[in-house]
């Protein structure tokens, strides 16, 4: 699976942004998928991750309420619509993917196999 991020850009706080992760494979409509972000000087968190057996997206507290993570297997895409954005939500956004067939969410960076590049999104105060 290759995953090629976009959507990133600078808003004003209480703006919205719409993340987009484009996918390649076939396996991607039985993939667990997410959202993954790194501000400067700052581990990779997780923010949102949606399984493939459920259409309920799996939050970071930080992110529940504002942040809605959507998946098209038709498109082979994920979106991440974020609103009510904070200065604090600064940071490089990355798509992952689990292994096809692994059905769990997890919130550790260590149990995803597919990367896609940063999306830098900049919240202004």
């Known amino acids: 699976v290759q995953l090629q991020a976009s959507g990133g850009g600078l808003v004003q706080a209480g703006g919205s942004l719409r993340l987009s992760c484009a996918a390649s494979?076939?396996?991607?409509?039985?993939?667990?998928v997410g959202w993954f972000r790194q501000a400067p000087g700052k581990v990779r968190e997780f923010v949102a991750a949606t399984s493939p057996i459920s259409s309920t997206g799996i939050y970071a507290d930080s992110a529940k309420g504002r942040f809605t993570i959507s998946r098209d297997n038709a498109k082979n895409t994920v979106t991440l619509q974020m609103n009510g954005l904070r200065p604090e939500d600064t940071a490089d956004y990355y798509c992952?993917?689990?292994?096809?067939?692994?059905?769990?969410?997890?919130?550790?960076?260590?149990?995803?196999?597919?990367w896609g590049q940063g999306t830098l999104v900049t919240v202004s105060s």
């Open positions: 992952a993917a689990r292994s096809a067939g692994i059905t769990v969410v997890s919130r550790s960076t260590s149990q995803w196999k597919y």
């Open positions: 494979g076939r396996a991607f409509s039985s993939s667990t």
